[in-house]
C-alpha cells in the first residue's frame, strides 16, 4: 500500500508540474463554460435589423414600434428603397430588413389584409430562423389586438407555445451538460492515454513492470489522480454554471454525482484501452481527438440533434458513449427526473465500461505473453 | 564452488510456431559480470523479459534470486534491478523525487531511503544536483544515476539491457567503472550490449545467434579457441548470417 501511495504522488507532481495539463484541466473547462454561455448564444438580444417603409402611415408605425420595443431588435437603419436591402446585408449592418409595401395602411383597412415581408440573412440559418420566428409572433400579436379592437374582427384559435423545463429556451441549458460531457472525455480519455504511452515511449513503463508494483497498481496509480480531478472538474463547472447563468439541478445531486462518476470511469477505461493500442503519444492523441473528440461534438447530440441527422450516423452515434451520458446528465439536471428514466443509459454505460476494461486486460495480458 | 545466482536448464520460449529461445542452458555466478550478446533478433530480449519475471517460459526451468520464474515472477522481481537503454527516470521530477519514489516501491523504509541517499549524493559527487529535475541533468549524469536507482535497493542482481546506446566513450567508461565496483559489492551484473569493446570487460560472455546460445566462456578463452584477435572476431565468425 506504502509502495502504491508513492506512485500516486509521482503521478500528481507529474500533473501539477505540467502547465499544458494544468490548463487542460481547469483553464480549459471554464474557458469553455464561459464562452459557451456568453459567446455562443442561441438566444437572440437586441439583433440589428433595418426598415424599409414604403407606406408610411400608422399601422406601419404601430407594427415597427412593437418590433422595437420588444428587446429582441435593435432598428439600424431605415431604408428608402428595394436596391439598399442587398447592400444593407452585404455591409453586415443588418441580419434582417423588414419590408412594408405601398398603401399597406390603405390595405389594411380598405381590404383588411396587407402584406410585408421579412428578409433575413440566411448565411446564418440559425439566427434567420429565429428573427423570422420571432417578428412573426409580434406581428401576430398585433393583429390579435387590432382584431380585438375592430367589430368584424375573426376569432381564430390562438396556439399558445410554452416550453417546459427551460422556458426562456436558454442555450446554456443545453450548452453545460454538452460541455461537461466533452471535458470529461477529453480529460479522461485523452489524458490517462497520453500519460500511459508517455511511460511507455521514455522507458519508464518497462522499470516499472519489472519492479514488484503488480500492472494493475500501474494502471490504477495512473489514473486515479485524474478520476478525483476530473471529477473536481464536474463540480467546478457546476458551481460555475450555477452562479454565472443561475443554471438549476432539478433532480438529485446524489444521482447526477453517481452518473458522473460512472461516465468518468467509462473514459478512463477507454483511455486506458486507446494506450494499449498505441505505441507512441502521437498515435494516442491522434485516436482520441479523431475517435472521440470530433464525434463527441458533432454526432453525440451536444450541438446537432440526432434526430435530423442521416441514418447511417445515427449508428454510427449509438455506439458513441457521450450519446448517452448526454442524455442521462439532461434528464437529471434539466428535467428533474430520476433514475427510473436513465436506467437504460446507464446500462448501456457499464456495458461499455466493463467492455473497455475487459479489452485492455486482454491486450494487456498479450503484450506481456 | 561459485554459488549460482541465475540458472537456466533447457529454457524454451515459442510464440505460435516461432521459437524465440531454444534450449538455453546457462549459470550465472555471484558477483559475476555476465555478458549477453548476439544479433539483433537472436533472441536476447526474449531471455531477457524471461529472466526479469515479465513473461513466462513455454518450457524448462529457470531459477533467478532463489525463485523459480514460471511460479513466483513477483518474488524475483523484488530481488532484482532493472535498467533499460531509454533512461529510466521520470524527466520532471528531481534526482532526489526519483530516488524516493524508486525506493519507495521496493518497499524501502523512509529512513532507509534518506540515509542511502544522502550517502549516493555524496559518493556520484551530485549534491548540487540533488533538487534539480532530471531533464536538467547532462546525459551522463543522468546515466549515472539511472545505474544508480537501479540498484538502489541492493537487489541480489541487476539487468542492465544496453546501457550504453548512444553514449560517449569517456562516459562509458565511467560507467563501466561503477558497474566494476557494484560486481564487487557482490551485486551481479547481466549486461546485454551491441559495444564489443565492451563485452571484452565481461567475466564472461554468451553469444546468442537464433534462439540458441552458441558460445558461452570467457572473453580470453573465446578468443584461444576462435583463434580470433578480438571479441568483436569471435562474434562475427559465430554470429554471420549462414550463407
Same mark, same amino acid.
Given at each position: 500500500m506504502k509502495r502504491f501511495l508513492g506512485f500516486i504522488k509521482k503521478e500528481f507532481l507529474h500533473i501539477f508540474r505540467d502547465f499544458r495539463t494544468m490548463i487542460i484541466l481547469f483553464g480549459i473547462p471554464t474557458a469553455q463554460i464561459l464562452i459557451f454561455g456568453f459567446v455562443v448564444s442561441t438566444d437572440i438580444k437586441d439583433a440589428r435589423v433595418a426598415f424599409l417603409d414604403l407606406s408610411k402611415d400608422e399601422a406601419t408605425q404601430k407594427i415597427s414600434d412593437k418590433i422595437c420595443s420588444s428587446? *429582441? *431588435?435593435?432598428?439600424?437603419d431605415d431604408l428608402q428603397n428595394y436596391n439598399e436591402i442587398d447592400m444593407a446585408m452585404k455591409k453586415g449592418i443588418v441580419k434582417a430588413v423588414i419590408v412594408f409595401g405601398d398603401n399597406f395602411g390603405h390595405d389594411l383597412i380598405s381590404q383588411g389584409k396587407a402584406t410585408m415581408s421579412i428578409i433575413a440573412d440566411g448565411s446564418e440559418p440559425n439566427t434567420a430562423t429565429l428573427i423570422t420566428n420571432y417578428v412573426t409572433a409580434i406581428v401576430t400579436d398585433f393583429n390579435r389586438e387590432l382584431a380585438g379592437t375592430s367589430a368584424t374582427g375573426n376569432i381564430l384559435v390562438q396556439p399558445e407555445v410554452r416550453m417546459f423545463y427551460n422556458p426562456e429556451l436558454k442555450g446554456h441549458f443545453m450548452f453545460v451538460p454538452g460541455v461537461i460531457t466533452l471535458i470529461l472525455i477529453l480529460i479522461c480519455a485523452l489524458m490517462t492515454s497520453i500519460t500511459i504511452t508517455r511511460e511507455k515511449e521514455f522507458g519508464t513503463m518497462e522499470v516499472l513492470l519489472v519492479s514488484p508494483l503488480k500492472p494493475v497498481h500501474i494502471i490504477v496509480g495512473k489514473v486515479l489522480p485524474y478520476f478525483i480531478l476530473s471529477f473536481i472538474d464536474v463540480i467546478m463547472i457546476l458551481v460555475l454554471s450555477w452562479f454565472v447563468f443561475d443554471l438549476p439541478i432539478r433532480g438529485s445531486l446524489i444521482l447526477l454525482l453517481a452518473e458522473t462518476m460512472l461516465y468518468i470511469l467509462m473514459s478512463l477505461s477507454l483511455g486506458i484501452l486507446i494506450s494499449t493500442i498505441s505505441k507512441t503519444m502521437q498515435q494516442a492523441i491522434f485516436m482520441s481527438f479523431l475517435g472521440l473528440m470530433l464525434p463527441t461534438i458533432?454526432?453525440?447530440?451536444?450541438? *446537432?440533434? &440526432?434526430?435530423?441527422?442521416?441514418e447511417a450516423y445515427d449508428w454510427v452515434s449509438a455506439i458513441l458513449p457521450p450519446r448517452y451520458f448526454i442524455v442521462i446528465i439532461k434528464n437529471i439536471? &434539466?428535467?428533474?427526473?430520476? *433514475?427510473m428514466y436513465v436506467w437504460k443509459e446507464t446500462l448501456i454505460l457499464m456495458i461499455m465500461t466493463t467492455l473497455f476494461i475487459g479489452l485492455s486486460v486482454r491486450n494487456f495480458k498479450v503484450r506481456l505473453q | 564452488m561459485k554459488e549460482a545466482v541465475i540458472t537456466v536448464k533447457n529454457l524454451v520460449k515459442k510464440f505460435g510456431s516461432f521459437t524465440?529461445?531454444?534450449?538455453l542452458n546457462f549459470e550465472v555466478y555471484q558477483g559475476e559480470i555476465f555478458g549477453f550478446l548476439g544479433a539483433n533478433g537472436a533472441g536476447k530480449t526474449t531471455a531477457l523479459r524471461i529472466l526479469s519475471g515479465l513473461s513466462s517460459p513455454t518450457s524448462g526451468e529457470v531459477i533467478v534470486a532463489g525463485y523459480n520464474a514460471k511460479k513466483d515472477p513477483e518474488k524475483i522481481k523484488k530481488n532484482i534491478g532493472y535498467m533499460c537503454q531509454k533512461f529510466s527516470l521520470y524527466e520532471d521530477l528531481s534526482t532526489r523525487e526519483n530516488i524516493m519514489l524508486y525506493g519507495g516501491i521496493y518497499g524501502m523504509s523512509k529512513t532507509l531511503i534518506k540515509r542511502r541517499t544522502e550517502d549516493l549524493l555524496t559518493k556520484l559527487n551530485f549534491r548540487e544536483y540533488s533538487?534539480?529535475?532530471?531533464?536538467?541533468?547532462?546525459l551522463g549524469l543522468k546515466q549515472k544515476l539511472a545505474f544508480s536507482v537501479a540498484v538502489f535497493h541492493e537487489p541480489k542482481i541487476v539487468f542492465l539491457d544496453e546501457p550504453t546506446g548512444g553514449v560517449d566513450p569517456i562516459t562509458r567508461r565511467q560507467f563501466w567503472e561503477m558497474i566494476y565496483e557494484t560486481a564487487d559489492r557482490g551485486i551481479t551484473v547481466f549486461v546485454t550490449t551491441h559495444y564489443m569493446d565492451e563485452a571484452e570487460y565481461c567475466d564472461r560472455i554468451s553469444i546468442m545467434s537464433d534462439g540458441r546460445i552458441v558460445a558461452l566462456d570467457t572473453p580470453e578463452a573465446l578468443k584461444i579457441q576462435y583463434g580470433a584477435e578480438s571479441v568483436e572476431d569471435v562474434f562475427v565468425k559465430i554470429a554471420r548470417p549462414k550463407p
Open positions: 428587446g *429582441f *431588435f435593435r432598428r439600424v458533432l454526432l453525440s447530440g451536444f450541438i *446537432f440533434p &440526432i434526430e435530423n441527422m442521416p439536471m &434539466i428535467k428533474g427526473t430520476g *433514475f | 524465440a529461445n531454444d534450449n533538487d534539480r529535475m532530471i531533464s536538467d541533468l547532462p
